[in-house]
T-cell receptor
Framework: DAGVIQSPRHEVTEMGQEVTLRCKPI?????LFWYRQTMMRGLELLIY????????DSGMPEDRFSAKMPNASFSTLKIQPSEPRDSAVYFCASSLTRQAYEQYFGPGTRLTVT | DAKTTQPPSMDCAEGRAANLPCNHS???????VYWYRQIHSQGPQYIIHGLKNNETNEMASLIITEDRKSSTLILPHATLRDTAVYYCIVRRGGAGTALIFGKGTTLSVSS
């Protein structure tokens, strides 16, 4: 299996622009997680889905952030409009809800907002 | 989820055992102890987990005290590639719930 796939790997954009990060979970996994990592705040959960349904979005910083999971093999995290403080590495992870105790992380998307 | 406390950093010589402690004194009966690590610039990687018995896999061993208030991750023969940040996480069982990461322990393995 190719593992969790994230795109793009690097994104540089100007403040005010819309940014869309993409994630393809491991085939057959039914839980998907979006995390953000910064030097100041470390790794923090943004939102997670079980069976394509958002379960907890309390970590989403504000209304500028939105996440969707239209099907079991694809999820997006959108920031509109972007701000410099959104600069971070965004990780997507997937897992089997009931059978496994392991979350598999993607390589991350490094976002820089200037 | 219970809070965990880890030392911010540790050093280990290559080939020696690395013993990483974690305190989780408020752990409740249905909470597991998980260990993940993050090698620079990569996504976190699952290492091992346990409830109350000691566990061992190809990567590491997990020793949980009888009162479950603390645990130790053991890398039996550390290599340079084990240099990473190690996170101890306590949460209810099942992978369908989110991980809450603390600051972890930065392990530096040197030759």
């Amino acid at each position: 299996d190719a593992g969790v796939i994230q795109s793009p790997r690097h994104e540089v954009t100007e403040m005010g622009q819309e940014v869309t990060l993409r994630c393809k979970p491991i085939s057959g996994h039914n839980s998907l997680f979006w995390y953000r990592q910064t030097m100041m705040r470390g790794l923090e959960l943004l939102i997670y889905f079980n069976n394509n349904v958002p379960i907890d979005d309390s970590g989403m910083p504000e209304d500028r952030f939105s996440a969707k999971m239209p099907n079991a093999s694809f999820s997006t995290l959108k920031i509109q409009p972007s701000e410099p403080r959104d600069s971070a590495v965004y990780f997507c992870a997937s897992s089997l809800t009931r059978q496994a105790y392991e979350q598999y992380f993607g390589p991350g998307t490094r976002l820089t907002v200037t | 989820d219970a809070k965990t406390t880890q030392p911010p950093s540790m050093d280990c010589a290559e080939g020696r055992a690395a013993n990483l402690p974690c305190n989780h004194s408020t752990i409740s009966g249905n909470e597991y102890v998980y260990w993940y690590r993050q090698i620079h610039s990569q996504g976190p990687q699952y290492i091992i987990h346990g409830l109350k018995n000691n566990e061992t896999n190809e990567m590491a061993s997990l020793i949980i005290t009888e009162d479950r208030k603390s645990s130790t991750l053991i890398l039996p023969h550390a290599t340079l590639r084990d240099t990473a940040v190690y996170y101890c996480i306590v949460r209810r069982g099942g992978a369908g719930t989110a991980l809450i990461f603390g600051k972890g322990t930065t392990l530096s393995v040197s030759s």
